[in-house]
């Protein structure tokens, strides 16, 4: 299981933060099922969607967890050209250690004033 949790956070710093397509492509399966509401199907949705976000966007993790041939990441993805970072659960599934399912939970990162419960929701700092 620690195996699938590496293999999904290399996935990710190949896409978001690298933006190597070409090692990414050896990460998701081409035939990739998406749920998220945000992102168009199969990996080639998902890659094009990348390509039109500006160069600054970063995905940072903050706790990964595995059971069986799934991993859920907790995470931040930032500079996105949006007001908010988003705080982001992902859940993915794997198959013959590659990414072949996605599902999301998408939040604006609060700020300290907007914290009803006066906690960060990611790490343990507000966003600067």
Do not use: C
């Amino acid at each position: 299981m620690a195996d699938n949790v590496q293999i999904v956070l290399s996935a990710f710093e190949a896409l978001f933060n690298k933006r190597n397509y070409a090692v990414a492509e050896r990460f998701w399966s081409p035939n990739y099922i998406q749920h998220s509401a945000h992102i168009a199907p199969g990996r080639e949705g998902l890659f094009e969607l990348v390509k039109t976000l500006p160069d600054t966007l970063r995905y940072d993790n903050h706790v990964a967890a595995a059971s069986g041939d799934y991993v859920i990441l907790h995470g931040r993805f930032s500079g996105h050209g949006l007001p908010a970072a988003w705080v982001v659960a992902d859940i993915l599934r794997l198959e013959d250690g590659v990414l072949a399912e996605h599902w999301d939970v998408i939040q604006d990162e609060a700020t300290r004033e907007q914290s009803r419960s006066g906690l960060p929701m990611f790490g343990d700092r507000f966003p600067g």
